[in-house]
């Protein structure tokens, strides 16, 4: 690619690092329009955070060009830091300051100007529900609400392009769908994001585009659809009482694949309500009874075997990741 | 704004920031004020009858409290930089520090913070100490003048170690370990002029004691404050300083500008 058309915010071409023998990233090439959301799914030790850290320009790459909104990563550093926001994985707020005075600080080194940087501090604490803990210390903020935070003092300069590494690992149920509605109220705003999580669902709730990313590679690419039309979906599982109701039920559904240790019969299903009736309708009329069932929906680990043939692997292969920092 | 004054502004809101730091861990910072305190009453009052006795024409315990303020100055100094050298390591080890390295700001204006707000504490506890000193009966026979001069060597010299002290926080692996290389200018404080005379110590720790930087230090403020015999003290404790804080600068920046390339995390 010689030339970058304007309204790709993010361009990576052919980027490689490695951490002494071990190969982290291997000729990763990305383009993230404008506008948009691309999630980097991957599993632990898939490369993610590193591909972030050489963007955000924390770390250089061994080989490849980055152009983030058409600044050069290498020789223009500070051109890209005065456009990017960075969320890390890793808290980056500071513990001895107050939620205000965190904000304030950002506010000051933004050189927003003393009544603009206070607008846009009571502005960003009342978007994120801290009002309340705008002059408490954050050892009295929950998880959640350092999250939130540590997004809001990301968005003080109002960054057009925004880097969310797992921003919601970590995060109760309720505080992950609080920080899911945030993204997608900056997406409207026109920023671009990069995003990278473990999580398809949430790849999938997010993102325009999906890259997958699998031992430093892109294994896969596409819209969250194009991605889930790869997968064989999910499937239900039917838990039988003894084996000869098991042989039955799989002499009735030949599609499915049957477990006799587990007395579980695994059948497809694209987990509607309707092919649920029908799945059942047909036991009963066959008189099977089903102890129970259980029904799974595509997950991280079916896209990686629908794209790879292999299930998640990094995690276990024993990362040079050095202790306490993963590497991701 | 000029990038001069985008400098001079961000080092002022990372000031800002250093300073709240010491007022929300008082702990830390009343003990760096405490513990030369401590050390100044032991020193006269456990210590001194004896020490005093050794000091010639001019001896007892009042007598060697006028000896000895320069050498607690020091160590107030000495005492203040660990605390640098701690706050920096915490700097480094926490995720604040990736933040701030992907903003568009003045490379060193975390650095300064550091140096800016360690100064202005070594000025307040060189206060504290010198008020303390008074209330134990230290007297001065100095002009303004002096006490202007004892003064900015003192700064002068903090501003090396500060230097000093932010380059060893950076190289620190730990804030543990940062806590603890500080420590050996405790050490040099001991072996120096600060707390007995040299001319008494055996001949190698002598000749140690007499060329080491904080000696020329501790005799220039000696003197300035108490009238005793300068020489080229002075010239000596203004050469070490200047040549500390050019070393350790160069040698801290280098380790902040450092990528962490090695680094995957």
């Known amino acids: ?328 | 704004m000029t990038t001069l004054a985008y400098t001079l502004s961000d080092s002022r809101a990372m000031l800002r920031r250093n300073l709240k730091h010491q007022l929300r861990y008082p702990s830390m910072t009343v003990m760096l004020i405490g513990i030369p305190i401590v050390l100044l009453l032991l020193f006269v009052y456990v210590f001194g009858g004896q020490l005093g006795a050794g000091l010639g024409a001019h001896e007892g315990r009042s007598a060697y409290l006028d000896y000895v303020v320069p050498g607690l100055l020091l160590i107030t100094v000495a005492s203040a930089v660990q605390g640098t050298s701690i706050m920096v390591a915490m700097d480094m080890t926490g995720g604040i520090i990736d933040r701030f390295r992907t903003m568009a700001i003045a490379r060193a204006s975390v650095l300064t913070g550091h140096v800016l707000g360690s100064m202005i504490q070594i000025l307040v506890a060189i206060a504290v100490l010198i008020g303390v000193a008074f209330g134990l009966g230290f007297r001065s026979a100095a002009g303004p003048l002096h006490w202007l001069a004892a003064i900015g060597i003192l700064v002068l010299f903090a501003f090396a170690l500060i230097w000093l002290a932010v380059a060893l926080g950076l190289a620190a692996k730990s804030v543990e370990t940062a806590s603890n290389t500080p420590m050996i200018l405790f050490l040099l404080l001991f072996l120096s002029s600060g707390f007995v005379a040299t001319a008494t110590m055996p001949t190698g720790l002598r000749q140690f004691a007499e060329y080491q930087p904080i000696t020329p230090v501790a005799d220039t403020v000696r003197g300035l404050l108490t009238g005793t015999e300068i020489g080229d003290h002075a010239i000596a404790a203004i050469a070490w300083s200047i040549c500390i804080a050019v070393v350790a600068y160069l040698w801290a920046i280098r380790l902040y500008n450092r990528r962490r390339a090695a680094e995957p995390h």
């Open chain 1, 1 to 328: 690619m010689t030339s970058v058309p304007a309204a790709t915010a993010i361009v990576t071409q052919d980027t490689c690092k490695s951490f002494g023998d071990h190969l982290v990233l291997d000729k990763v090439s990305l383009a993230v329009e404008e506008g948009t959301i691309l999630a980097l799914l991957g599993p632990n030790g898939a490369g993610k955070t590193t591909m972030v850290r050489i963007l955000s320009t924390l770390i250089p790459a061994d080989s490849g060009s980055m152009r983030i909104a058409g600044h050069d990563v290498v020789t223009d550093p500070d051109g890209v830091r005065a456009v990017i926001g960075v969320t890390g994985q890793f808290s980056a707020v500071d513990n001895l300051l107050t939620g205000a005075e965190n904000l304030q600080l950002m506010a000051d080194l933004r050189h927003l100007g003393r009544e603009a940087g206070r607008r846009r501090v009571a502005e960003l604490l009342e978007q994120f529900d801290l009002t309340d803990a705008a002059h408490k210390l954050l050892s009295t903020y929950s998880g959640g609400m350092r999250r939130r935070l540590d997004l809001a003092m990301t968005l003080v300069s109002k960054p057009r392009v925004i880097f969310l590494d797992e921003p919601t690992t970590g995060l109760d149920p309720r505080s992950r769908l609080t920080m899911w509605q945030i993204i997608r109220d900056l997406a409207m705003s026109s920023v671009t994001i990069l995003l990278t999580t473990q999580y398809l669902d949430e790849a999938d709730q997010l993102a325009d585009r999906i890259a997958v990313l699998d031992q430093g590679r892109i294994v896969a690419e596409g819209t969250p659809a194009e991605l889930k039309s790869r997968i064989p979906g999910g499937h239900v599982r039917l838990h039988f009482a003894d084996p000869h109701l098991l042989h039955s039920a799989s002499e009735l559904l030949p599609a499915a694949a049957p477990d006799l240790n587990q007395l579980v019969l695994q059948v497809p299903a694209d987990g509607t309500v309707d092919s649920l009736r029908g799945l059942l309708d047909e036991l009963h009329e066959a008189r099977i009874s089903v102890e129970r069932l259980t029904i799974h929906t595509p997950d991280l680990d079916d896209v990686f075997f629908a794209v790879t043939g292999s299930h998640v692997t990094a995690e276990l292969k024993g990362d040079p990741a050095p202790q306490g920092a993963p590497l991701s």
